[in-house]
């Protein structure tokens, strides 16, 4: 199947899996990556593509807030389709500055729709066009001991950055019911994996255990994340977006729910066997309880069976195989790690973790 679809936000994390697993599994796919190169997106995500697949995907630098370079983009590209998953992705960030997360999570995403909306109906209103919006189990809020979210959960956000993509996805599903535009949307669960940017939790836990910092855990460590390896995640993403009705959304999960310590438990048993650590040099000596963080999520836990039973998707990495490739990843890649690291990175852990202590 033939198609030119539009990518925004690919050069951060999921979106970079996403393109380099696409190119590989869709080979009649052709990819345009609109990116504006935040601190969080970084062309090395894609380098090194097979000659075919570079034959097959394009760059374009450009910031989705900007309605006139939308406006060209579309007047000079015709896409079949539209995955958009650039937006501000970090909780933290949204709590020392929400600003750059209303504006490119809901004003961005706004101006984008906009553009589409043109485009679509300029081509006349094609039915196989489709919107993928791409967004986050955390516009449910928090789940206490018990349950799941499933698809008809009421929003409930907690920070600004779930906030701000509650109002995203709202904005989206107006388009549809108000303009007709065919969009889909998805709400998944944390990923992990290669190339993910080492503020989150799992990255920097990885490097500050081979580095033998500290390692910072929030509260009581017993906030419970569902975790699914980001290949699983893209693989889903291409279903909905080839089987998915217009209209509706879709849950994405992997039904591995673990308390954050005891992830960063398992980080530290895994990586001390391979750096031969043991007895008083064990990692676990370098966790530090730190100070909560704001608003902060109790658990989440998503029912994934509509995506399941609709449309033959299910999660197949196993957590245990899929965490040690994504550490040997992270030993193999130190060349990455230390691109991304620049002094912005530095001055947002000091910021972010110099006051916890
Ligand atoms: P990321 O922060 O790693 O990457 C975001 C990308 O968007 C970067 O390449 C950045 O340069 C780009 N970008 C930011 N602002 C832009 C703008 N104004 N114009 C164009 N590009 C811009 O994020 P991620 O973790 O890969 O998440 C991707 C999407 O998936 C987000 O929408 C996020 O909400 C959603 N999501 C993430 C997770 C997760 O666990 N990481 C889970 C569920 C959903
Ligand atoms: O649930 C999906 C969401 O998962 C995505 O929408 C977000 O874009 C993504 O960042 C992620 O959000 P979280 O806040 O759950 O991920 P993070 O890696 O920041 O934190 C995971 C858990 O670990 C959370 O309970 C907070 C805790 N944590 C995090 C950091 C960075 C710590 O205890 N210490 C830390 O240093």
């Not at 993928?132 to 189990?137: A, G, N, R």
């Not at 992990?192 to 503020?199: I, K, L």
Request: proline share 4%; aromatic share 12%.
């Amino acid at each position: 199947m033939e198609k030119k679809i539009l990518v925004t936000g690919g050069s951060g994390f999921i979106g970079s899996n996403f393109i380099r697993h696409t190119l590989q599994i869709r080979p009649g796919f052709q990819i345009r990556n609109l990116d504006a190169l935040t601190y969080a997106g970084n062309p090395l995500n894609l380098e090194n593509l097979p000659v075919d697949h570079q034959a097959r995907y394009g760059f374009i630098q450009g910031d989705i807030c900007d309605a006139r370079f939308l406006k060209n983009l579309f007047e000079q590209e015709t896409f079949d389709g539209v995955i958009h998953f650039a937006a501000e992705s970090h909780v933290d960030r949204s709590i020392h500055g929400p600003e750059a997360f209303i504006r490119t999570n809901v004003n961005g995403t706004f101006q984008l729709l906009e553009a589409c909306l043109a485009m679509w109906k300029q081509n006349g209103s094609p039915s196989d066009f489709r919107f993928l919006h791409i967004s986050t189990d955390e516009v449910y809020g928090s789940l206490g001991k018990e349950g799941y979210f499933t698809e008809k959960t009421p929003y409930d956000p907690s920070s600004p950055y779930s906030a701000s993509k509650a109002s995203s996805d709202h904005l989206v599903k107006a388009y549809h019911r108000t303009f007709g535009l065919p969009v889909v949307v998805t709400n998944c669960s944390n990923n992990y994996g290669p190339y993910q940017f080492p503020e989150k939790l799992i990255p920097l836990i990885i490097l500050n255990i081979i580095e033998q910092k500290d390692l910072p855990v929030y509260g009581d460590g017993k906030n419970i994340r569902d975790w699914l390896y980001v290949i699983d995640h893209c693989e889903a993403l291409v279903t909905v977006f080839l089987k998915g009705v217009i209209g509706e959304t879709y849950n994405i999960g992997g039904g591995t729910e673990l308390e954050n310590i005891r992830i960063v438990h398992l980080l530290c048993e895994l990586l001390d066997e391979k750096l031969g650590r043991s007895g008083k040099n064990s990692s676990k000596s370098l966790i530090r309880f730190v100070t909560d963080r704001p608003g902060h999520d109790r658990r989440y836990a998503i029912d994934a069976s509509k995506i399941e039973r609709e449309l033959g998707w299910k999660a197949r990495f196993v957590f245990s195989e899929a965490i040690a490739r994504t550490i040997d990843w992270y030993m193999d890649h130190m060349d990455w790690v230390n691109s991304v690291r620049s002094g912005d990175y530095r001055k947002w852990i000091e910021n972010n973790y110099g006051k916890r202590k």
